[in-house]
């Protein structure tokens, strides 16, 4: 299936630069956290703090690894790269981009981690989260696109042009 699954820390700009590149490439777009709050009927801050961060993991795990969709960009939250089941389904249905963001711009993004249903654990700060994640984002991504500097245009074309030459590199 050719899709493209956007990966990233919150505030990376997943589903703001996955509508324009939806529209770019004539794709759907399919932000996960909706299809999350849609079928629990509770936001997703709701979720976290009534049934836990790991019961959490397991809804976002379950609604991610069920899409089946063709031709979509598609943005999940930013943890799903601890749902292993969920990234190897992404990998199978096209390709995953990592958009990569500096801590400062994040932090600078990001004011109420929890109001954006950023799971923390206890004691976590934000660059902890940054440090943890980054080598997950890393590890599961077909290709790395640096934000630092860009306009979202600017993102928009890196992205395009890579996914062009990453897709003409595995024909």
Known sequence: MNNVTLI?????????????????????????????????????????????????????NQVNADIHVTD??????????????????????????????????????IRNPQKRGVVLKDGQTLKDLYDERKVLFEKYADVTISEEGCQIEETIENVLDTIENYSQNKA
């Open 72 to 109: 979509t960009v598609i943005a999940p939250g930013g943890s799903v790269i601890y749902c292993e089941e969920a990234m190897e389904h992404f990998k199978e249905i096209g390709k995953i981009v990592y958009l990569k963001a500096s801590y400062q711009t994040i932090k600078r993004r």
């Open 8 to 60: 990233g820390m919150p505030g990376s700009g997943k589903s703001t630069i996955g509508v324009i590149l939806a529209k770019a490439l004539r794709y759907e777009f399919l932000d996960s956290d909706l299809l999350i709050q849609k079928q629990e009927k509770r936001k997703l801050s709701e979720i976290i703090e009534q049934d836990g961060p790991e019961k959490f993991k397991e809804i976002e």
